[in-house]
């Protein structure tokens, strides 16, 4: 099945196999067209289980749900989806192996949760032109960027706490932010890979780790090389996000490095003004792109 206009559908059929445990078939609209038994026809309140259907798809499927993709992408052992619709738009599946056999995982990030309740560059350019930063309304103690020319306002950011947009209004870049406890507890609920697949639908994005990477290691209750593990992984998945360890708000890729690679130096030191907010120095990498 290719690839058209038809086929950009989302679709969750009965299943017509009566002696079958999963009731629903899920067709994804990738390039050889991928066709799932499923147990729930979405993962409303936990992890779906799937099997790959081995039939064509029905001529006269049931159809119980349907909605336009925005998104269908495989990413190493995940598809990520993305539906036109306001609410159930936004999921992954999983496919990995349980005792030598192939099992997929229907998720969405609420769900990856549940499952885990335990959880918890070279030198850069001035700016050119006034830049205003859009700062996420969650966002309890910002960057402060005035020293820098950078203006800021307070808004709800779809991805990522720092964003930048277009005089149109397109977002064109975007920064996450994360303290050391909140990577741990984002990478050990499944949470970190739904910010990364919001992340990557931008032309820009980065992760910024207040931390050296040492530090994961150092983490009391939950296990480093665990931590370290999933986010290498999530790296290979979304590699066109680096993912930067900074001890200080004033690192740069330089000097700080990413989840693939060992520490190689060490940080700036700390500035901050009277308040004590740190004080973030802004780059430049997007003017290009207005």
């Known amino acids: 099945m290719n690839v058209d206009t038809e086929t950009r559908l989302f679709v969750v059929a009965r ?32 992890r779906v289980y799937c099997h790959r259907f081995e039939d064509p798809w029905p001529d006269n499927a049931d159809v119980v749900d349907e909605a336009v993709v925005l998104v269908c992408r495989r990413r190493g052992p995940a598809v990520d989806l993305v539906l036109d ?26 769900t990856a949760r549940a499952a885990n309740p335990g959880g918890r560059v070279p030198r850069r350019r001035a700016v ?21 020319g950078a203006g800021t306002v307070r808004a709800t950011v779809a991805a990522g706490d720092y964003a930048i947009h277009a005089s149109d209004g397109r977002l064109l870049a975007a920064v996450e932010r994360k303290s050391l406890d909140n990577l741990a507890s984002t990478l050990s609920d499944g949470s970190l890979a739904f910010q990364l697949q919001r992340l990557a639908e931008l032309r820009l994005a980065a992760i910024v780790v207040e931390t050296r990477y040492s530090a994961l ?19 290979v998945r979304y590699p066109n996000i680096p993912i930067v360890f900074a001890d200080t708000p004033a690192a740069t890729p330089k000097t700080g490095h990413t989840a693939s690679s060992p520490p190689r130096s060490q940080t700036q030191p700390t500035r901050a003004d009277a308040s004590g907010r740190s004080q973030l120095t802004i780059s430049d990498p997007y003017t290009h792109l207005a």
């Not at 994804?28 to 993962?43: D, E, S, Y």
């Open 15 to 46: 299943n017509p196999q009566p002696d079958s445990r999963l009731p629903y078939l899920v067709r994804l609209p990738l390039k050889h067209g991928l066709v799932l038994k499923a147990r729930a026809p979405w993962p409303a309140t936990a």
């Open 85 to 110: 619709r306001p609410r159930q738009a936004r999921s992954q599946f999983v496919f990995t192996q349980v005792k030598g056999r192939e099992a997929i995982f229907w998720q969405t990030q609420k």
């Open 128 to 148: 050119a032109e006034p830049v205003t930063i859009t700062v996420d309304t969650r966002e309890r103690y910002p960057y402060r960027v005035a020293h820098q």
């Open 217 to 235: 290691f150092k983490l009391e209750h939950v296990n480093g090389a665990w931590l370290a593990d999933q986010l290498t992984r999530l790296q």
